[in-house]
């Protein structure tokens, strides 16, 4: 069975500080693809991110950074020097075969 | 490009009701999907399809049900409305679906519906 969990429910920061939204997932799939999608106040997903399951490589895309290690099964999302327009809820998906599972969410809150 | 269209954005309905949640892409999307999304329950994946004519149950079907007689429409049904069905509903789509990822996996998400079951 697939899963992935998002342990964080809520992350307070302050502007300008690093905050790191972890996520943990499942999948006895050898070939699987892992995302990170935003949603806003406004209620849109927004897709931020896709890895596939051979590539292990750190990406990093302006203030976002993702960091994928299959050895503790985790695809964890870092925004440096937060932003208030960074709050919103994120969430973590993993997708094998024909499904995309999402974790449960965890927002953000960036205070100014 | 219109993209995922969701209708309608809003409803209420009666205990017992039936209704039709529209999606429509206009992107020739091979794979389309629908979801729930509830309060500390993230999205919950409740059918999906990877082309006409083939649909899938995702990990929570009860109460809905899902037909895709062409590529561009897949509506969900309720067939009895119940307060537990009440929550935000996503409507996804993506170029291609099943075992084949080829080039592009990026799931376009329409604007969703929130539903309320009195």
């Known amino acids: 069975a697939q899963k992935v969990t998002q342990a964080q429910t809520e992350i307070s920061v302050v502007e300008k500080e690093d905050v790191t939204l972890d996520c943990v997932y499942e999948t006895r799939d050898t070939t699987y693809y892992l995302f990170w999608y935003k949603q806003p106040p406004s209620g849109e997903l927004v897709f931020l991110i896709r890895?596939?399951?051979?590539?292990?490589q750190n990406e990093i895309s302006g203030r976002y950074s993702w960091n994928f290690q299959k050895s503790t099964s985790s695809f964890n999302f870092t925004i440096t020097a937060s932003q208030v327009v960074d709050s919103a809820v994120y969430f973590c998906?993993?997708?094998?075969?024909?499904?995309?599972?999402f974790g449960q969410g965890t927002t953000l809150q960036v205070k100014p | 490009n219109a993209g995922v269209t969701q209708t309608p954005k809003f409803q209420v309905l009666k205990t017992g009701q039936s209704m039709t949640l529209q999606c429509a892409q206009d992107m020739n999307h091979e794979y389309m999907s629908w979801y729930r999304q509830d309060p500390g329950m993230g999205l919950r994946l409740i059918h999906y399809?990877?082309?006409?004519?083939?649909?899938d149950q995702g990990e929570v079907p009860n109460g809905y049900n899902v037909s895709r007689s062409t590529t561009e429409d897949f509506p969900l049904r309720l067939l009895s409305a119940a307060p537990s069905q009440t929550s935000v509903y996503f409507c996804?789509?993506?170029?291609?679906?099943?075992?084949?990822?080829?080039?592009?996996?990026?799931?376009?998400f329409g604007s969703g519906t929130q539903l309320s079951v009195l």
């Open positions: 399809s990877v082309g006409a004519g083939i649909t």
């Open positions: 998906a993993l997708r094998g075969g024909g499904k995309l599972i």
């Open positions: 996804a789509s993506s170029l291609r679906g099943g075992a084949a990822f080829a080039t592009n996996e990026k799931l376009f």
């Open positions: 890895r596939n399951s051979f590539d292990e």
